[in-house]
């Protein structure tokens, strides 16, 4: 419980810095054109943001999150993330709390605005530093690593269709999963839509997480932004439901590379399992199966 304090003085904290930060580049682009605002390439060099959210499972057990956002952006193509986090999860009449598995990003995009669509490619490399041991059902209990890669292509003017898919590299660290999102601009509000899909094989007696989400971004004074998330599972692998709350300057955009895609903020909350729930035992019904630890 001790714990609870700190935690809270430390969201104080960031949301502050967020706010002053923000504030300071906001007016650094307070003459940029609306649409060009929300470009990856106007995103700031230096972004943070906080994450809450809520899941439960089709299995019984029910987690919350919160999660800390930082990105860094030595150059408009390339970023570097981190998301340390504390959760709290209950399955029946147990209970358990502490630091989340803090996952590790790097990705590259290239834009050219020059073709058709002005597609927008993105490669990138995840890793996630387990803090908790194997089994454990606040992470997956052991170090993983990700590669995967994405696309964004914009047929109308304001509106961008996005889809990224990403695999583990190393065993017993989950499936992967395929992301597909609409993103309409309507100035300082935008909506999406998406669809998930698990990709690789299911837990015994498991099917494979399917799932449709929906979420609102509002952009308070560029690049501060406030966005709230939604997800719900079509299939028992999937999260029966998720809701999330992120507010900050490490969301502006449409890319995963600005945390603008609907999946990658219930990813920064929930980590790999907002979208894929089985794959993360390294031998068949091992203790780490989707239906021991509730969450199928």
Known sequence: MRSLPILGGTLAIIVVFTARVGVAQSSQLRRADSTVARTDDAAPQFSTGVTAGAMSFTGGRNEQALSIVMQFRPIPWLSF??????????????????????????????????????????????????TGQSGSTLGIGRTSLAAGAGLSVSPVSHTHLSADASRPITIGTGNGSADF????????????????????????????????????????????TLAID???????????WAVSVSFGTAFSGISP???GSIFGRLKNAFGSRATSSSGYSKTPNGGTSCRRLGTC
């Not at 009449?93 to 993105?122: E, H, I, K, N, V």
């Not at 309507?186 to 998406?194: K, N, V, W």
């Open 257 to 259: 590379m600005t945390g």
């Open 81 to 130: 993330s981190a998301a340390p986090g504390f959760g709290r999860t209950t399955l029946g009449t147990l209970s358990s709390q502490g630091l989340t598995d803090m996952p590790l990003a790097s990705a590259a995009q290239y834009s050219a605005a020059t073709l058709r669509w002005s597609p927008a490619f993105t490669g990138f490399l995840s890793t996630v530093l387990s």
């Open 230 to 240: 939604g997800s719900h599972g079509l299939s028992s692998g999937a999260p029966k």
């Open 181 to 224: 999102w609409i993103s309409r601009s309507l100035g300082s509000i935008t909506p999406s839509l998406g669809y998930s899909a698990e990709i690789g094989t299911a837990d015994s007696a498991a099917s494979l997480a399917r799932s449709v989400a929906g979420g609102v971004a509002f952009s308070i004074a560029y690049p501060i």
